[in-house]
């Protein structure tokens, strides 16, 4: 059973350009959404994070959009570059109760072009 | 911080072979999570330590596996009798363990499991 699934598996754009990956989830008793970034060869890493009482937030270029009615949420990148080339995971998790388990996406393979 | 650190980097090994991963978390960090990753899927929740005490186990740790993370610093993986299922990349994590239930996953770079 799949808890959080990712739209697109894959994306293509041009430098400066802002993609957009989205995440959407079932199980509403999550209430922690981070976004992890991975490297071929390297281990994910955290790039932004958002709790269901907000509907945005922005760190440096990444800013994450909130839906809570409708369980989405999806990751923008401004002015992409082709250093941001990478594979995207969003995840979920339960914060109180849910032990320390998160729940990922199944990833979305970016590449950015000059 | 010098990072999780995984050993080996890379393992191949015949089906029905036991094989062990270790991971050394980043000093003082309490909590040690060992998550499963195969290609073209997000990583898989296995197992999660507390200090040395294992709190948590997903049922996908099937009882062929096993982790130990016996003085509440490094932790091994086991895995014995290995199927080709197995072949996948074996995340570990580590957190301070001191704070928010919300803080933060430093990730090793895993180790690369191949099952002929």
């Known amino acids: 059973q799949q808890q959080v699934k990712q739209s697109p598996q894959s994306l293509i754009v041009q430098k400066g350009g802002i993609p957009i990956i989205n995440c959407a989830y079932e199980?509403?008793?999550?209430?922690?959404f981070p976004w992890y970034q991975q490297f071929p060869g390297k281990g994910p890493a955290l790039l932004i994070a958002?709790?269901?009482?907000?509907s945005e937030k922005k760190e440096g270029r990444f800013t994450i959009s909130f839906n809570k009615s409708a369980k989405q949420f999806s990751l923008h990148i401004m002015d992409s570059q082709p250093g941001d080339s990478a594979t995207y995971f969003c995840a979920a998790k339960i914060l109180t109760g849910g032990g320390n388990k998160l729940t990922f996406g199944t990833g979305t393979q970016l590449k950015v072009e000059l | 911080d010098t990072g999780v650190s995984q050993d080996p980097r890379h393992k191949i090994t015949k089906r029905g072979q036991n094989v062990t991963f270790r991971c050394d978390p980043i000093?003082?960090?309490?909590?040690l999570y060992w998550y499963r990753q195969t290609l073209g899927q997000g990583p898989e929740f296995l197992t999660y330590f507390q200090n040395e005490a294992q709190l948590e186990k997903s049922r996908l740790l099937s009882d062929r596996f096993s982790a130990e993370r016996p003085k509440g610093s490094f932790s091994t993986l086991e895995i014995q009798r290995t199927e080709q299922g197995d072949s996948a990349m074996y995340l570990c994590?580590?957190?301070?363990?001191?704070?928010?239930?919300?803080?933060?996953?430093?990730f090793g770079s895993g180790t690369q499991l191949s099952v002929l």
């Open positions: 199980n509403t008793a999550f209430d922690y």
């Open positions: 994590a580590s957190s301070r363990g001191r704070g928010a239930a919300n803080e933060k996953l430093f």
């Open positions: 000093s003082e960090h309490n909590r």
């Open positions: 958002i709790r269901p009482d907000v």
